[in-house]
C-alpha cells in the first residue's frame, strides 16, 4: 500500500517546480531540491519514508512545514463529524423510507421513495451540493451555506456537532454527503423487508398474533439489519475518504479539502499521510462491521 | 360454553385469488365442522385447497386472496369481516397454527425465548419473568431436554424435529382452543414424524383442544383422527369418521388416493396412480371436478353433484358412489 501511494505521488509532478517561486535561479532550485530529500533516488527516499514511519513520522509538509500527519489529523475531526453526521442521516432516513417502501409496495407512496431513491444515486454529489447552497443559503438565506460553525468541547471532544451554529453549518454538507447513501440504504433495506415480509417466519409471527408494529419493528428490521451493516460500514469508509467533492463545495476545513489543497501544490508527505490514514481507516471500519456481525447474526461465530 | 356449538364451523366458505388469468377459485364452497377435543384430518393433494383453508380460517390470506363468500364460525361467533385486531387477539391465543416446516417458521436471528415470550405478551399483561417461565414449562412439555438452557438458544442450534417441538410449544402456550395444523410433519422423517404426532395427540387430548390437521399423508391421519374429511379442487368429496372412510372409501377420489398409498403386497407390480393431474384452479372441469380422472363418470357427472349424506355421519358429492362400499356400509 505505501509503495504504491509512494511511487504514484512520485509519478505525478515534480513538487520544487510548484515551491520555488517563479524568479529563483537554478542555484536556489537546487538548494530547496536538496533541502527537502528529493535530490535521492526514489528508492533510498522510499526507504528512509520506511524507517520514519515505523517511528510515527510520516514527514513533514513542504508548505506549512508541520509533520504530515499532524496536519492530517487536525482535519480529521472536521472530517469525522460531517461523515459520522450523514451516516446518521442516511441511516435513519433510509431504513425508515425503506421500510414503508417495503410495506407499501405497488402503491404510489412505495414508487414515490423508490423513484426519489432512483435519483438520489444518480444525481452527482456536486450538482446536488451547488444547488442546495444556492436555494437554502442564498435565495431562501435559511443556513449557512459554507465553512464549519462554532465548536465546542464536551467530555473531551471538541466538535461543531455541539453548538446551535456548528449544527445550522453541518445540515447541508451532511446532507449532501448523505444524499447517494441514503438512496442505496432505501433500496437495501427495502428488498430485504420485502423478502423478510413473504417468509414463513413473518406468517408464523404473525400466526401467533402479533401487532403490525413488533413484527416490521422486530421480526423484520432485524433480519433487514444484517446485510446492512456491512453496506452501511463500507459506505462509511466512503463518506469519510471521499467527503473531498462535499467539503469542497461547502469549504468545510476537514481533510478532504486539505487533501485537494495538497495535490494541487503537490505536497507529497500530506498525500502519503492522508491515503495511509484512509487505508487504515478501512482496516478498522471492517473489523467493527465483522464485530457488529457476530452481534447481530446469532449464526455467525463459534458455535456453542 | 355448551357442548353443541363446534369449536369450528365452515358453511360454504369460497376463498378467491385475483391473478392476471381471472378469478382463482383455491376454496370452492367448503363446509365442514369440528367440534370440542375433536380431530379432523383434512386430506388432500397439492393443491387441492387444504392449506387456504386453514389460512382463511385464521385470517392470515393475503391480497390478491380474499375470503369472498361464507362463513367461519369459530366457538359460535362469525370470523368473516371480522375487523384485523380483534382477529389478531384470537389469533396464537384461542386459534394457533402450526406450519410445515419447521427450518422456516422460527426467525433465524432472534432466540426462542424471545419468540415464545413476545407470544404469550402479546395476548396478556405478564412480566418477561413469568412470560420465561412458562415457555420453559411449555418446552419440557414437548418434551424438549434441559428447556431452561435451550430457551437462550438460536433456531439454528436446533434440528427439525426440535424445531416442530418449538413450534408447537408455542402454540400451545395460551391453550387454544383450536390449533390448525398445516402439514407439520411433512418435512420430518419417518421415526421424528412418530414422535411429534405423539406428542401433539397427547397434549391435544389432556387439554381437550380441537385439531385440524391438514396432510396429504393419509397413515398420519389414520393413527390420529377422529374424523377426516377428503378435498379434491376446492371441495370437499367426502368426509365421515377415520375408519369408515379409509375401510369403505366411496368416493372415486379418496378410493384412488387409498390405492396410491404403497404398501408391501404392492411388490412386484406397478404402483397404482390416479391417471391425469389436478386440474388447474382456472378451468376445473363443469360439474365434478373429477369427472375427467374418474372412472365411473359419465354424462350425469357433467352437473355439479350435491352433497349427499348416503349413511348416517357420511357424507359424499359423487353420482356414482362405489357400489360395495355402500354395502359394506
Redesign the interface.
Known sequence: MSLIVFVSVYAIGDPVEILVSPQATIKEIEQTRVALGLDQPLWWQYLLFLGHALQGDLGRSFIFHQPALSLVFSRFGATLELALSALLLSTMLGIALGLVAALRVGDWVGRTIMAASIAGLSLPTFWVGTLLVMFFGIWLGWLPAIGRGEVATFLGITSSLFTRDGLAHVILPASTLALGNTALIIRLTRSGAVEALQ???V?????????PT?IVG??VL??VL?PLTTIVGLEFGGLVAFSVVTETIYAWPGMGKLIVDSIAVLDRPVIVAYLMMVALLFVVINLVVDLLYRA????VGP?? | MSDDVPTLELRDLHTDFDTRAGVLRAVDGVTLSVGRGEVLGLVGESGSGKSVTGFSI?G?IDPPGRVSSGSIKFQGRELVGLPEPEL??????HI??I?Q?PM????????ID?QMT??IQ??ERVSTAEARRRSRDALGQVGIPSPEERLSA?P??FSGGMRQRV?IA?ALLHNPALIIADEPTTALDVTIQAQILAVVQKLASERGTSLLWITHDLSVVAGLADRIAVMYAGRIVESGSVDAVLDHPMHHYTRGLIGSVPSRNQRGHKLVQIPGMTPSPLNRPAGCAFRTRCPAADSACEVEPELIVPVPGRELRCFHPAPDALVAA
Open positions: 417468509s414463513d417466519y406468517r408464523f409471527a404473525r400466526a401467533k398474533g402479533l401487532s413488533r422486530v421480526h432485524k433480519s444484517i447481530l447474526d446469532p449464526r458455535h456453542t | 385464521i392470515l389478531r387477539r384470537l389469533r396464537g391465543r394457533a397454527m406450519f416446516d422456516m417458521t422460527l426467525n433465524p436471528v432472534l432466540r424471545t413476545e407470544t402479546a395476548h438460536y439454528h442450534q413450534a408455542i
